[in-house]
């Protein structure tokens, strides 16, 4: 089976191929072609992600990927036997453009349409960078611009939300952090190499949570720290130049209370489901000082630990691969299914 897959959950336009059986059991399906248009110079004038630009971005971008993906992999529409879309969650704007591409072929090529979810996705991808091993069942942690969430996965489509952040992702915050130093966007890349210079101990920021048996993650509390640290409290606004021996312990100390409560909430969330495996996807996974922080700690309690190559761990379409799955399992969507914005949640339990 030869299955297109298409992401345009936020500002990444993404398509890939995948090779898989349609059948249950478990095949990892083959990755053979993937490619994102990144829109991060569109983007950057503003320091963060403009939902109007982000949509109109992925009109223009979203049949060249798609060709492309088709041409890199060598095969052509009419070897496409299903198409798989991220439908949630998402800007609603930039997931329209990716589900409308997906239904116009799958009604075109009459071959079956799968929604997928994006961060099922994620963690999937997991599975996608080791495909010899078992990721599943596993403790499922998403750190990216958009998303910073603990999952209780038993399969790859049997994932349920343990809790996530009720502000800011860790992505947004290391990239409104980096705004307010004055550094580039994205934010993570620019706070990390800043804080090579700077000394993590420098300001004790506060790690929300990190004592609370709650799955929950805030990080709005650290920004506003950092800009006191950087201003003093109830000043008025306006630019202020750090020194750079400033900047690099700002960013130092930013970093390390981000880590330091990602670190803690996937300890504690796989010491209350009892998993011994741990993966872990988005863009934030690059930062080299949580996978140091988080190698040692997951070593010391002897799970096994999964973070996928980059390409893998940002936005891209291969990880809706996991569509192949759905597909087995008879979880094909009608022509009239629809996007969503938010995360697919637990329900919360009946009165009694
Ligand atoms: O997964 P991703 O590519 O896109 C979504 O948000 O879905 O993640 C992008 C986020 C941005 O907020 C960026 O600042 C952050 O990941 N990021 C990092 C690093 N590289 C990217 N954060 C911390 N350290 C990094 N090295
Ligand atoms: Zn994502």
Not at 105 to 114: G, N, R, S
Not at 125 to 152: F, K, M, R
């Amino acid at each position: 089976m030869i299955l297109l897959a298409i992401e345009t959950t936020c500002d990444e336009t993404g398509a890939a191929v995948l090779e898989g059986p349609a059948t249950p059991g478990f095949v990892v399906p083959r990755i053979l072609s993937s490619v994102v248009s990144s829109q991060i110079g569109l983007h950057q004038p503003f320091g963060g992600v403009v939902p109007e630009i982000a949509s109109r971005a992925h009109v223009v971008q979203i049949v060249p990927m798609i060709d492309e993906a088709l041409k890199r992999a060598g095969v052509g529409l009419k070897d496409v036997g299903a198409v798989a879309v991220a439908t949630r969650p998402g800007l609603v704007g930039s997931l329209v453009v990716g589900l409308t591409a997906a239904k116009a072929l799958a009604l075109a090529l009459d071959v079956p349409l799968i929604a997928v979810d994006h961060l099922e996705g994620h963690l999937y991808a997991c599975q996608l960078a080791h495909p010899d091993l078992e990721v599943y069942p596993c403790v499922g942690l998403v750190v990216s611009g958009g998303h910073t969430s603990l999952y209780s996965c038993r399969g790859p489509l049997d994932c349920e939300l343990l809790g996530g952040t009720i502000d800011d992702a860790a992505g947004e915050a290391f990239d409104k952090v980096a705004s307010l130093l004055g550094l580039g966007y994205p934010g993570g890349p620019e706070i990390e190499r800043a804080a090579k210079a700077g000394n993590a101990r420098a300001f004790a920021f506060p790690r929300s949570f990190l004592r609370d048996p709650r799955l929950a993650f805030s990080f709005s509390g650290l920004k506003t720290a950092v800009l006191y640290a950087l201003r003093g409290p109830n000043q008025e606004r306006g630019a202020v130049e750090p020194t750079p021996e400033m900047t690099a312990d700002l960013a130092a100390s930013f970093q390390e209370a981000v880590v330091d409560v990602l670190v803690a909430k996937a300890r504690q969330a796989l010491e209350q489901t009892g998993m011994r495996r741990l993966g872990v996807g988005g863009g934030v996974a690059a930062n080299g000082r949580f996978r140091e922080k988080l190698g040692a700690a997951m070593e010391r309690m002897g799970v096994e630990t999964f973070i996928p190559p980059l390409s893998l761990c940002t936005d891209n379409a291969a990880m809706a691969g996991v569509a192949l799955l759905k597909l087995a399992a008879g979880q094909t969507a009608e022509l009239d299914v629809d996007v969503a914005a938010g995360l697919v949640r637990p329900k919360p339990p009946r009165p009694s």
